[in-house]
């Protein structure tokens, strides 16, 4: 079974410090994961996923296979960054398409 | 404009009277999908669905039924629902090699009494 575990459901940090959302995964194949976003009155969107190690809006997540960890982290928090913050899980490959989200982590940024 | 839609958008039931959440995309995604939303417990997935005819089981498909029969489609249906099916329900569609690019509707609450 695949499982996505974040622990943390609610993180406040001052605007200007560090930011780091934990995510931590269960799968037993090759996961795909990724991030996902829902802004106040805004739809949840994604905010970017490990197979392109790309930065989205300051923020970037590497994947750790030997610690099975996803965690989100922004060097600079900004007050926009509050939101609701979604870890996914998927396979790969054919027959490997359910998708598992964590519980999720509210941000709040602190003027 | 690219979007997903989800009609209802609020909804009021009692238990047992059968209800039918409609979800439409524009994009030609072969893949959507179902999800609730619960304090506490995050988005799950109830079903989703790789293209026509083709539906498959998440996490929580209890108490819920899903069809495809077109590509722009993808009903919830609860025959029954009860009131722990009180939840905000969400659709999305993607394409089939990118499911992790998941596009969302705007969200459908219902509450059953």
């Known amino acids: 079974a695949q499982r996505v575990t974040q622990p943390e459901k609610l993180l406040s940090v001052f605007k200007g410090a560090p930011v780091e959302l934990k995510c931590n995964y269960s799968?037993?194949?090759?996961?795909?994961l990724f991030w996902y976003v829902q802004y106040s009155r805004q739809r949840l969107q994604l905010l970017l996923r490990h197979i392109s190690r790309e930065s989205i809006k300051g923020f970037t997540a590497d994947l750790n296979k030997g610690e099975t960890s996803f965690h989100l982290k922004k060097p600079f928090a900004q007050e926009e960054d509050s939101a609701m913050y979604y870890c996914a899980l998927s396979g790969r490959g054919f027959g490997n398409e359910k998708l598992t989200f964590g519980t999720g982590t509210r941000l709040t940024i602190i003027p | 404009e690219a979007q997903v839609t989800q009609n209802p958008r609020y909804l009021i039931t009692v238990t047992g009277k059968k209800l039918t959440v409609t979800c439409s995309q524009n994009?030609?995604?072969?893949?959507m999908s179902w999800y609730r939303q619960d304090p506490g417990l995050g988005l799950r997935q109830i079903y989703y669905s790789m293209n026509v005819e083709v539906t498959d089981k998440g996490d929580v498909p209890e108490g819920y039924k899903v069809s495809r029969k077109e590509k722009r489609n993808f009903p919830l249906i609860l025959e029954s629902p009860s009131p722990n099916q009180t939840s905000l329900y969400f659709c999305?569609?993607?394409?089939?090699?990118?499911?992790?690019?998941?596009?969302f509707g705007p969200g459908t609450r219902l509450t059953v009494l």
């Open positions: 999305a569609s993607s394409f089939r090699l990118e499911i992790n690019e998941q596009f």
């Open positions: 994009m030609n995604h072969e893949y």
């Open positions: 799968y037993s194949g090759s996961p795909e």
